[in-house]
């Protein structure tokens, strides 16, 4: 009953090869995110979308796309990957987002190694 | 300077031992999250505050909105409390500003 899964977990890939990492939650909420995690264990924002709509981007180069089918899965796509790409990419969700409560719990996935050579 | 820092950078202590972890935030951060990050990898979300004072069995956490800090106890440490704990802010949306993480290792 995993609640916010990620696949795949290692994702070993070539330069300038196109590759998709998906997640996907079944806690039925609003707000989904993208983390990554680099060589020095720093965590940053990329991408969050709630109810399948972009609401915040970071400045991440637009080789990086979200995409949103509904608001239980959230994919990311990288195109022409670089080596600096190589990361751990977490997945998050919590229950809802601004409005008068903006401040909720996230709950994230395993992560997603992803190695370029 | 960043938006969120942490100290100590790492942290060892007996089995035991009661242990602090510090965070110092930038005016405008309205809620402070605690995360554990464990040697496996995975991130699980211990607490997120925006005033006073939370427990959940050994873990204690505070917040003092005046001084822009908020604390993370843990009493009676055990080797299974080894981890990189993570303070992060975020404003007054979803977006999460992250300290650099406290490395923390329990031995027995």
């Known amino acids: 009953d995993t609640a916010v899964s990620q696949t795949p977990k290692y994702l070993v890939t070539q330069m300038g090869n196109d590759k998709s990492i998906k997640c996907e939650q079944n806690?039925?909420?609003?707000?989904m995110y993208w983390y990554k995690q680099d060589s020095k264990k720093f965590l940053k924002i990329m991408f969050s979308?709630?109810?399948?709509?972009?609401?915040i981007n970071e400045t991440v180069p637009n080789r990086f796309s979200p995409k949103s089918p509904d608001k239980a899965h959230l994919n990311l796509h990288i195109n022409s990957l670089e080596l600096g790409d190589s990361a751990v990419y977490f997945c998050?969700?919590?229950?809802?987002?601004?409005?008068?409560?903006?401040?909720?719990?996230?709950?994230f996935g395993p992560g997603t190694r992803l190695t370029v050579t | 300077k960043n938006e969120v820092e942490q100290s100590p950078q790492n942290l060892t202590a007996q089995e035991g031992e009661f242990i602090t972890i510090n965070c110092s935030y930038s005016?405008?951060?309205?809620?402070l999250h605690w995360l554990q990050q464990h040697p496996g990898g995975g991130i699980v979300s211990l607490f997120m505050?925006?005033?006073g004072k939370k427990k959940h069995g050994r873990l204690i956490a505070t917040i003092n909105i005046q001084e822009k800090h908020s604390s993370l106890h843990i009493t009676a440490s055990h080797p299974r409390d080894s981890a990189v704990y993570i303070c992060?802010?975020?404003?007054?949306?979803?977006?999460?500003?992250f300290g650099t993480g406290t490395r923390l290792q329990v031995f027995p």
């Open positions: 998050a969700s919590s229950p809802g987002t601004s409005g008068t409560r903006p401040h909720y719990e996230q709950y």
């Open positions: 806690l039925g909420h609003d707000t």
């Open positions: 979308y709630n109810n399948k709509e972009l609401i």
């Open positions: 005016v405008g951060i309205s809620a």
């Open positions: 505050l925006s005033s």
């Open positions: 992060a802010g975020s404003y007054n949306t979803d977006k999460l500003i």
